[in-house]
């Protein structure tokens, strides 16, 4: 009983459900996004990422060469929204789809999004349609 319980309090722990910031909230909605739970939070140095990766992220609608030399907090947030892989698919099947928001002294600079199993997988937050129009999103 005791294993089941902590297995359980362990699963359940993985994600922050309930209030999220609101300017967070605002956000993803503006774009037609719905959060399902925060996953983390983290303070990156972007002067570790490799042009590659900066390239990568401004082709998905984020431009971050200005943020180089600052401290940038990425928070990452699981979406309600699935790719298509069944709707009765549990958080743990794969077919996650997750946002990630990107803040300089507590100013929202941008965000994209990323499709949980896909290489690189970041898509444009504008994306939504164009990703239920390729049958990815369902």
Known sequence: ????FGSTFLIVGLYYEGNFPEKHKEYIESYGW????MENEEIIN???YFPETLQMHKEAGLDL????????????YLLREKQRKGESASIFDGNNMYILIYEVEGIIIGGHGHLEGWSPGIFSL???????GEGILF
């Open 1 to 4: 009983m005791l294993i089941l």
């Open 34 to 37: 719905h959060i399902r739970a």
């Open 46 to 48: 972007l002067s570790d």
């Open 65 to 76: 060469e200005e943020y180089k030399n600052k401290e940038v907090k990425v928070t990452r």
């Open 126 to 132: 504008e994306d939504k349609e164009r990703l239920r």
